[in-house]
């Protein structure tokens, strides 16, 4: 019975910081200037939401109660970005920054559940699959940050 605590609380923690990625990729939304973006910041949201769902199922499944919202540090992080994006004046490249450093911390989560030998199966293939997705994410606002770097 301790594992499976052990894994509900985890997996509360990595839905916690989805629905920190919600609002951080909300907020980016709002303060990028290139509708390009825009569009991929709220693809992102959508995506996110999908993988609260999941989460949230998989909690439930293991006899859990999902959390429904997001952490302190989140709602610091995407303060963080307000006021970086106030004051500069290459808004977009930053935005994009700000996303990363929140899908590295959101893949840490991810990585450190997948680490435990006690993950139930389908626990574990859910967790790979939206790790994954967050990998993905990750290569991809890389390469649109380097799009964006005027340095």
């Known amino acids: 019975m301790g594992n499976r605590n052990e894994i509900i609380e985890e997996l509360n923690d990595i839905l916690e910081r989805n629905y920190d990625s919600v609002k951080g990729f909300k907020k980016a939304a709002e303060n990028a200037d290139d509708n390009r973006l825009v569009g991929y910041f709220n693809k992102q949201v959508l995506k996110r939401k999908g ?6 199922n998989e909690v439930s499944s293991l006899g859990g109660s999902p959390k429904d919202s997001g952490s302190v540090e989140g709602t610091l992080h995407r303060t963080w970005i307000d006021f970086k994006t106030a004051l500069s004046y290459d808004n977009d490249e930053n ?3 700000a996303c990363i450093t929140g899908e590295r911390k959101c893949m840490d989560e991810y990585n450190d559940l997948l680490k435990k030998t006690y993950v139930p199966s389908s626990t574990r293939a859910l967790l790979q699959k939206q790790r994954t997705a967050v990998e993905r ?3 991809s606002l890389e390469l649109k940050e380097e799009e ?3 340095d």
């Open 51 to 56: 993988f609260i769902g999941e989460l949230s």
């Open 95 to 97: 935005v994009i920054e």
């Open 137 to 139: 994410s990750i290569n």
């Open 148 to 150: 964006y770097d005027v």
